[in-house]
């Protein structure tokens, strides 16, 4: 398991534990943390589960592929540490990662 913090626009935290292998998007939904709405389950086919990446782990995580970048032009408030959570897979090296959700989805 790995501990990851997802922080609500307004500041509140939520650290979940998430199973390695799964994703980011799914471990928010199963920990039920809001703002994470995951309208398409996770076929990165909408951004309603837009996150922002903590500074230390941009260069873990990476940069978003073509198909995640054409759904990230739809999403609100898109920044260069902007991912969709549906897309990151979990693992030990994301071990203490921070991610905040954008005000449009609070």
Known sequence: MT????VEHDGTEHVVDAANGGSVMEAAI???VPGIDADCGGACACATCHVYIDAA????VGKPNDMEQ???DFAEG???NSR???QITISDALEGMKVTMPESQS
């Open 57 to 60: 782990f941009t260069e873990t």
């Open 70 to 72: 054409s759904m990230l």
């Open 3 to 6: 501990k990851i913090t997802f």
């Open 30 to 32: 199963n920990n039920n």
């Open 84 to 86: 969709l959570s549906c």
């Open 78 to 80: 898109v920044a260069d």
